[in-house]
């Protein structure tokens, strides 16, 4: 059962980053007809650019709300990410095979565990997070088993499942490649000028274009048969 305003509209939680993924998912709760709540991080990472692009698209969109909300992840280290030490130096060992030190410890399982509180306090039973298992990094909080273990705790751990509500963790990107992504996010309104990507910007915000960030971004556009919009001139 989805819960539903007075409206008979039901209201749902994106997470965005400002990030080509996170925009497209919010471009799609927004065509499935969401009333969406926007929510954003200001963790400690070291792309602050991102939160600027996060305000834009909430703008663009017209959300319902958008929160950006402090946390001090940078605090408990172990991500290059919120570090300062160049993240091509790569300062600290991946911890596991073939996940890249720019992994932040448990960072989506934090993330949606917020927009659960956020979810049950406002009356929404629908959550949207723009994670895929194609085309990236091998971080482990993006594979669907994660996702689909999220949604089981959920509905443990929230007021609303003793009523027969269930809450649901969306992650249409989640087979989904970049040249697809990009695909859809075009079809839905997506300006990916004003996305933001990299980990690693200069002071003016311009991409690096050398972390695995960008180079997948790169890649998907080239995949899709178009330049990126953030490396013209």
Not at 37 to 54: I, P, S, V, W
Not at 104 to 128: C, K, Q, T
């Amino acid at each position: 059962m989805t819960k539903q305003t007075k409206n008979n509209v039901r209201k749902a939680v994106v997470l965005l980053s400002g990030g080509m993924d996170s925009t497209t998912v919010l471009a799609q709760a927004i065509s499935m007809g969401f009333e969406v709540h926007a929510l954003t991080f200001d963790y400690g990472q070291r792309h602050k650019t991102e939160l600027l692009a996060a305000q834009n698209q909430a703008n663009a969109f017209a959300v319902a709300s958008h929160r950006t909300l402090a946390l001090n992840l940078a605090s408990f280290g172990g991500s290059a990410l919120t570090g300062t030490v160049p993240i091509a130096e790569t300062p600290c060992p991946a911890p596991a095979p073939n996940v890249p030190a720019t992994y932040v410890p448990a960072r989506n399982a934090v993330f949606l565990s917020l927009a659960l509180s956020l979810a049950e306090a406002i009356g929404a039973r629908d959550i949207f997070i723009g994670v895929s298992s194609v085309d990236y990094s091998g971080y482990p909080d993006c594979r669907p088993a994660f996702v689909h273990a999220f949604e089981e705790m959920a509905n443990q751990a929230t007021c609303a499942s003793p009523t027969g509500e269930r809450f649901r963790i969306h992650a249409p990107l989640q087979h989904l490649s970049k040249a697809a992504t990009i695909q859809l996010g075009l079809s839905l309104g997506v300006d990916f000028q004003q996305t933001h990507t990299c980990y690693e910007p200069d002071g003016a915000g311009k991409p690096c274009g050398a972390c695995d960030a960008c180079v997948l971004r790169q890649k998907g556009f080239a995949a899709a048969g178009m330049a990126d919009p953030l490396l013209g001139d």
